[in-house]
């Protein structure tokens, strides 16, 4: 079975300071994990995406998410906050057979608000 | 190009009414699902269409919930006898994803806001 932990809640950085979310994941199968960002009355928005390649995964907005299979986490950091990324950030995994995806188990999500 | 469009974007109704929410996928996807998300939660997985195959109907919380899907484009959900407890944001994804194909991600439209009274 999968399944995904979102362990903070809420996170509140400073801007220009670093961002970690954390996730870890449970999977039966070779999982395939990804980072989805919400903006407030915005749709969901794929950030980056692991799927049995590189393990340090870079992402859009310069967000990037380290897979570690021996501490079943997908950690997502960016060094440096900035105002725009405030929002809701989910840790999502599936387990991957071929190309299909099938369903995708969602965290419960990471409010993160950055401050000025 | 478009992308995913779900219609209405918001929906009030009153408890025991049957509801329609209707989703189309980006063209030439040949995946599309449907989530649900409650407030505060994250996604729940409802259904999933994939070609001509059985859909995947294992995330139907009850048999008041049911979707279709035409060929490869439109899909209903269908929520009847609708109960205050189904007011969530229901989310349609669709992905093009072909058998021995490379990995393609899931698409979000903006999703239908659902309120029960």
């Known amino acids: 079975a999968q399944s995904v932990t979102q362990l903070d809640s809420h996170v509140s950085v400073s801007e220009g300071t670093p961002v970690l979310l954390r996730c870890n994941y449970s999977?039966?199968?070779?999982?395939?994990l990804f980072w989805y960002v919400q903006h407030p009355n915005k749709g969901l928005q794929l950030l980056l995406k692991y799927t049995s390649a590189a393990t340090l995964v870079k992402g859009i907005n310069g967000f990037e998410a380290e897979f570690k299979k021996s501490e079943t986490s997908f950690h997502l950091t960016k060094p440096s906050a900035h105002m725009s990324d405030a929002a809701e950030y989910f840790c999502v995994v599936s387990e991957r057979r071929g190309s299909t995806l099938g369903r995708l188990y969602f965290g419960r999500g990471t409010q993160l608000t950055v401050w000025p | 190009g478009a992308g995913v469009s779900q219609s209405p974007s918001n929906k009030v109704t009153e408890k025991g009414k049957d509801v329609e929410l209707r989703c189309d996928p980006i063209?030439?996807?040949?995946?599309l699902y449907w989530y649900r998300q409650r407030l505060g939660q994250g996604l729940e997985f409802l259904i999933y269409?994939?070609?001509?195959?059985?859909?995947?109907k294992s995330g139907l919380p009850s048999d008041r919930f049911s979707a279709e899907r035409t060929g490869e484009s439109v899909s209903t959900l269908t929520i009847q006898r609708t109960q205050q407890e189904d007011s969530a944001v229901y989310l349609c994804?669709?992905?093009?994803?072909?058998?021995?194909?490379?990995?393609?991600?899931?698409?979000f439209g903006p999703g239908t806001r659902l309120t029960v009274t």
């Open positions: 063209s030439g996807h040949t995946a």
């Open positions: 999977s039966s199968y070779s999982p395939s």
């Open positions: 994804a669709s992905s093009l994803e072909l058998a021995g194909g490379p990995f393609h991600e899931q698409y």
């Open positions: 269409f994939q070609g001509n195959s059985a859909p995947d």
